[in-house]
C-alpha cells in the first residue's frame, strides 16, 4: 500500500508539473490565434443580492453552475476517450490503478492535452464575468477530484443526482462487466443521466478496480510510456475501452 501511495504521488506530481505546461501553452495559444467568447455570462447579474450572506451563497451556486457547464464536455471527452483506440491507450492509465485513494488518482502526462482541446476550447468560447466564479469552480472541482477517487465510503445522500460522488465514480472504474460504459461525468452526475449512462449504486456495492488486461505502471518510465509500449497493448485488445479488458 506504501508503495502505490508513493508512486501515486510520484506521478501526480510529474503530470501536474506537464499539466502546467500544456496549459499554459494553450493560454499562449488562444490568445496568439485570438479566439474570443462567443457567449458571455454574467453572474455578477444574474445572482445578485443586497444581502451579503445570499450573496456569498449565490457566488458558491455560481461556481457550481460553471462546473456542471464545464462537466458536459467533460462527459463527451471523457466518452470518446473509452470509445478511441488512441485516447483509451492514454485514459487507460488511469484505469489501471487498482487501488483507488484520494491522492493517486493521476493520469497519463499527456491527457491535458487532450482536455484542452475537447473540454477548454470549447468552454473558451464561453465567457463568465464574476471575479469569484473561476476561483469557486476551481476550488469544487479539484475538491471533487480527491472526493471522487477515494476510499472513503462517503453518501452524500439526495445530492448525489446532482453531485458525483466516490461511490458513484467507482462504478466506472469497476472490474465488472454490468458496470462496464457507465458514469463517465465527473463533477456531476446530470449529464449521465441525460444521456442513460448512470448507474446508481447499491448500498454496500463496492467492486473492485483497475484493467484485467493491463498491469500498474511501476516506474517512471513505464508510466511515460504506459500508451507507446507495444508489449502491453500486443496482449489486449486495444480500445476497447473495457474495464475486464472490454
Known sequence: MAGQY???????IIRLGCGAFMWHFYAVS??????????TI????????????????????SGVLVAIAGD?????MHRAQHAVPFLWRMHATHHSIRELTAWNCHHHISEPLVAAGLVSLPLTLFHFESGVVPFVAMT????????????TRINLGPLRYII?????????HSLEPHHQRRNY?????????????????????????????????????????FPFDRRRWRRAKVGSGEKAGN
Not at 508513493?6 to 501526480?12: D, L, P, Q
Not at 469544487?140 to 476510499?151: D, N, P, R
Not at 441525460?194 to 484485467?212: C, D, H, Q, S
Open 72 to 76: 458536459f464536455f467533460y462527459y463527451w
Open 185 to 225: 461525468g465527473f463533477f456531476t452526475t446530470i449529464w449521465d443521466t441525460i444521456f442513460a449512462t448512470a448507474y446508481w449504486p447499491k448500498k454496500n456495492e463496492w467492486p473492485e478496480v483497475g484493467l484485467r488486461d493491463q498491469s500498474e505502471p511501476l516506474t517512471v518510465r513505464d508510466f511515460v510510456m
Open 42 to 61: 454574467n453572474f455578477g447579474t444574474l445572482l445578485h443580492s443586497d444581502n451579503a450572506i445570499i450573496n456569498n451563497g449565490l457566488a458558491v451556486l
Open 6 to 12: 508513493a508512486r501515486g504521488v510520484r506521478n501526480y
Open 140 to 151: 469544487l472541482i479539484t475538491f471533487q477530484v480527491h472526493l471522487s477517487h477515494s476510499s
Open 164 to 172: 458525483g460522488d466516490n461511490k458513484f465514480h467507482r462504478i466506472h
Open 30 to 39: 488562444v490568445g496568439w490565434l485570438g479566439i474570443k467568447p462567443l457567449v
